[in-house]
């Protein structure tokens, strides 16, 4: 399976993990000293199987979507809409908080949304199945092989899908430098206005 823009990955090989902490959990031939991180999405020929959740200089270990544990957010490609893929030990993991303006429909197409950051956008995930509940479920596109063999993708944030000129600063206009505006001077002080003469007593009207 291949990414559009292309993200760095590496291929292993897995085995089932019978002594994790997790209840569907599996072993990866690949680690830290092939740049594999905590969080790395993993995929299969047909489309996401979980992510990475621990990591050794020659093994990785990986959660799938599958387990109690694991929490994917997903998009309905039809509709934009949004929910959390949560998985509970059955084959087909539960589509939770369910967002959308259009109603569900059976085999609308399941996709990663990038929403968090936490997995690129865009990654296949399964088709929306109606659970006998009511409910809705995911039948998952790496159910249809083996998962003998992975992709990681050594995938960090989204500055990995955008090419470096667009993250490049924009480069600003320079700085006006006109002539300084002199402060405003201070109005001087005037002297005050001196008293009119007074007329002596007496003196005289005019007619």
Known sequence: MKTDPPIPMVFGRTVLDARGPFANTRIADVGATRGVIEGNPVLSDHGLVGRVIGVAPGVSRIMLLTDVESRTPVMIARTNGRAILTG???????????????????????????????????????????????????????????????????????SQLAPPQALAPNALPPTATGAPIAAPVAAAAMPPAAPAAAKPPGAAKSP
């Not at 968090?116 to 296949?124: A, H, N, T």
Request: hydrophobic share 35%; no cysteine.
């Open 88 to 158: 509970d030990g059955g084959p087909n993991p539960k589509l939770d908080y369910l967002r959308t303006h259009d109603p569900l429909r059976e085999g609308d197409r399941i996709l990663t949304s990038g929403d968090g950051g936490v997995l690129p956008r865009g990654l296949p995930v399964g088709v929306a199945v109606k659970a006998y509940d009511g409910g809705w479920r995911v039948a998952l596109d790496s159910d249809a092989s083996p998962i003998d063999f992975v992709q990681i993708l050594l995938f960090k944030d989204f």
